[in-house]
């Protein structure tokens, strides 16, 4: 079940960022409509427009452009003499997110939207140019392209949840980023997992993250898991039960629960997944019903099998983002190393998430206290 943009030839990941640079053209111009002066309030959660879309195209500029090692793949440093001066002034001050403190870049002399756009389709041309100038289609030669992909689907993806924070409207085909990636569900609501001994990680050729190298054996006991995540007709009742607090965008009406997406204020679907629920709220929900969160070797265990339904909310397990044994850094060193142990590690995808992301290994990372995130749960029989 490995994306197989993960193994993307030249010429596909040539598609794969024109149709990926669509999208993030797209999103600009839904939140210029939506938000004319694309002024965004200063949360953890955010960042300011023109700098998501400049450090789009820096980091592909930095790591496609400027990096005289690109061909070398993980095996090239990520600083010192190796890297070009950027074709914008003051880039790397500006949009630099491994130097660049979060709080700062609502204060920063961003470029305005006109130069902005100016840069990601001037970085885009001389990417592609030095993509079809690679002498070889290799894991190694072919890697910055593959992060860069990845990279900006994730920017993507955060336009989206940011955008639906605000109760912004944008198209509904910007939303979407793929088709459901679970097998077909059948008729069942739980999988049943025999013990075994699970190789977790990736191994083998193909682009991978540096969090997810290393592919070690984790001895699981058997275990009943949900096959789809938990649905609002599951959750409803813990919340009316026990007062817990809502979900950011759901509110009773008239009787009715309704749910805002984008936005829009819509009739509630019971049977969809619950989302913007935080670690917290996933947990309390466990101790309610009197089940429990799996732990990410075993939702990436269960997802290999038919029934498993994922790919609508990302999926809060009960594990903490810590490195695999033998950990070791790729060149973009800030990926994962600064956020182990503050994490938590979250499985699956989301209706926003791009076909280029969406890997059964994949491992999404956030701070158990996000909302805003599309984020649910599965859960695991005690």
């Known amino acids: 079940m490995t994306n197989p943009w993960r193994m993307a030839n030249a010429e596909a990941l040539a598609q794969a960022l024109s149709d990926t640079r669509q999208r993030t053209l797209g999103l600009i111009q839904a939140w210029q409509a939506a938000l004319p002066d694309l002024a965004v309030p200063p949360r953890p959660g955010m960042n300011p427009p023109l700098w998501e879309w400049g450090h789009i195209a820096w980091f592909q500029e930095w790591w496609t452009v400027r990096n005289r090692q690109r061909g070398k793949g993980t095996r090239s440093a990520s600083l010192g003499d190796g890297f070009g001066p950027s074709r914008m002034p003051r880039a790397d001050a500006l949009y630099n997110s491994s130097e660049v403190a979060h709080d700062s870049r609502w204060s920063l002399p961003l470029p305005d939207l ?12 001389h990417s592609l140019a030095h993509l079809r100038a690679a002498p070889e289609s290799t894991d190694d030669a072919l890697y910055f392209w593959r992060l860069v992909v990845q990279h900006e689907a994730m920017h993507n993806e955060a336009a989206v949840y940011m955008a639906q924070d605000l109760g912004l409207a944008l198209p509904e085909a910007l939303y979407v980023g793929h088709a459901q990636a ?26 991978a993250f540096d969090n997810e190298c290393q592919a070690h054996p984790v001895a699981l006991a058997a275990f009943e898991i949900d096959a789809m995540a938990v649905t609002w007709s599951q959750y409803l009742p813990f919340l009316q039960a026990t007062d817990h607090a809502l979900p950011p965008h759901v509110r009773g009406a008239q009787g009715d629960w309704q749910v805002r997406r984008l936005g829009q204020w819509q009739a509630m679907d019971l ?26 070797a075993e939702w990436e265990c269960a997802a290999q099998q038919p029934g498993f339904l994922w790919g609508q909310v990302w999926e809060w397990t009960a594990s903490d983002f810590a490195p695999y044994p033998g950990f070791a850094a790729h060149p973009y060193r800030d990926y994962s190393e600064p956020w182990w142990h503050h994490h938590r590690v979250l499985r699956g995808a ?19 206290e996000r909302r805003d995130i599309f984020a649910g749960f599965r859960t695991v029989k005690l």
Request: with cysteine; proline share 7%.
């Open 182 to 207: 679970g097998i077909e569900p059948v008729a069942i609501s739980a999988l049943h997992i025999p013990g075994q001994v699970w190789t977790l990680g990736h191994s083998g050729p193909g682009f």
């Open 114 to 125: 006109q130069h902005t756009l100016g840069y990601l389709a001037d970085v885009l041309a």
């Open 271 to 296: 049977n969809a997944p619950v989302v913007h629920v935080n670690a917290a709220d996933a947990q309390a929900w466990c101790e309610w019903a009197g089940r429990r969160l799996p732990t990410e």
């Open 350 to 368: 989301c209706a926003a998430t791009s076909a280029h992301v969406v890997d059964v290994r994949y491992r999404n990372f956030f701070v158990p």
